[in-house]
């Protein structure tokens, strides 16, 4: 009997680890930085995680639900899947830890309860064709490595989840990148050790493939570089959107290479104290237009459009006790773009009131070059050509050739 016994036990043990180790939920949440770390340097923990050997788990339906502790990869090679996530931990310590194996697959996550994804190797997510975040849960997805982006998808990434955040995390690289990038609801905080949001792809022709789109719903990105990137259209038509960055010599809150339009935003090219805490923008009228009590201290810039701004209108902002420079709310295709530096270090307002010194590089999709207005007038910039150096700031670099 006792011999029986133990080739049971044996057998049970065999199976569960093929099932990938699923059990009851963890009560422990992931670590995640609070608002005054995100900006910090990495440690050399952080940027020392080696590869390790993995367990693999096939999802080959159509329907799966994951739940419980789960120390595994999870390896997609159905064309079409809806995975529930459901108080779902996911931890892969050698690889992607939800993996698309084709890249015309569509695959949709429904989230159920709090769930976390993280990878100690790679990209935390890599999707196909088409990735779609939905349900009423939360997601905490962290790329916990030198190298990894928090998602990666080849096509489409679409947020349309009516739940609580999605969190998105990279050390030291983009947190969300995919060729389109579309949020109509829920709420979504991005946190890049390079860009928050980048839309980019291997495509020739990324001006007229690559797009953000946000019609509705909540963005936070937080960055060391350009808080949104895209290598194509930027378009807010709704919705509410944040980005603050630590970028004092190369980065933008919002870079992108083809039409920009925005309902009405604005820009601010002060450092916000190294304290953080609570930005307000106020209204000529002295009422609270936005308020926010977790801004991560060090901004260096930042971008915030919400639908109560009035294009046109200039607003104060203060930053904790400290009333910063006013700022004048725009509208339709208004992208600062500035490079180098400027007198002291402050880097003049944008987005609808050009100011003394203040400097806008337009894309120009029609010739692939840039239009540059200046205090000293408009310039076109051919493609491959240097901006000229302009009043106000030293320019450098070539049109086009930023970094994806």
């Known amino acids: 009997m006792n011999k029986l016994l133990a080739v049971i036990l044996l057998l049970s043990l065999i199976l569960i680890l093929a099932a990938c180790g699923t059990s009851t939920v963890s009560t422990d ?4 930085n609070t608002p005054e770390e995100i900006f910090e340097e990495p440690s050399d923990a952080d940027t020392a995680a080696e590869p390790e050997t993995f367990i693999r788990t096939e999802i080959t339906e159509p329907d799966y639900t994951l739940a419980g502790v789960i120390n595994a990869q999870i390896y997609v090679t159905a064309s079409v899947a809806e995975i529930t996530l459901d108080n779902a931990e996911i931890t892969c310590t050698g690889g992607t830890a939800l993996l698309a194996a084709d890249s015309n697959q569509s695959i949709t996550l429904n989230l159920v309860g709090n769930n976390y994804i993280t990878s100690a190797a790679a990209d935390a997510i890599v999707g196909g064709e088409n990735f779609t975040v939905t349900g009423d849960g939360t997601l905490s997805v962290k790329a916990d ?6 998602i990666t998808v080849l096509g489409t990434l679409t947020f349309d989840h009516s739940g609580g955040e999605c ?27 390079e860009d928050g949001v980048n839309a980019s792809s291997d495509r020739a022709d990324e001006l007229t493939t690559c797009e953000v789109n946000i019609s509705g719903g909540r963005l936070r990105v937080y960055s060391k570089s350009d808080g949104i990137d895209s290598n194509g259209t930027f378009t807010i038509t709704g919705g509410e959107v944040a980005v603050f960055i630590n970028a004092p010599t190369d980065g ?7 039409t920009v339009t925005i309902t009405a935003g604005i820009f601010c090219f002060e450092s916000i104290s190294e304290s953080g805490g609570k930005l307000k923008i106020v209204g000529s009228d002295g ?29 104060t902002v203060i930053s904790g006790d400290t009333e910063l420079s006013p700022v004048t709310a725009g509208t339709e ?28 590089i337009i894309p120009d999709p ?26 106000g700031g030293n320019n450098s670099g070539t049109p086009g050739a930023r970094p994806r």
């Open 333 to 360: 295709n208004l992208l600062p773009r500035q490079s180098g530096t400027v007198a002291d270090g402050a880097r003049p307002n944008g987005g609808g009131g050009n100011r003394g010194g203040n400097i806008q």
């Open 167 to 193: 969190r998105f995390e990279s050390i030291t690289n983009e947190a969300i990148e995919a060729e389109k990038i579309f949020l109509s609801s829920g709420s979504v905080i991005a946190i890049g050790g």
């Open 287 to 315: 009422s609270y237009i936005w308020i926010d009590d977790d801004v991560p201290g060090g901004a260096t810039s930042f971008f915030i459009a919400s639908p109560d701004f009035i294009d046109g209108a200039e607003y």
């Open 29 to 32: 949440e992931p670590s995640a």
């Open 252 to 258: 933008d809150p919002l870079d992108a290479d083809g």
């Open 366 to 391: 029609s010739t692939g070059g840039n239009i540059v207005i200046s205090p000293g007038g408009v310039t076109e910039v051919a493609p491959g050509e240097t901006v000229p150096r302009q009043p």
């Open 145 to 150: 490595n030198p190298d990894g982006k928090a």
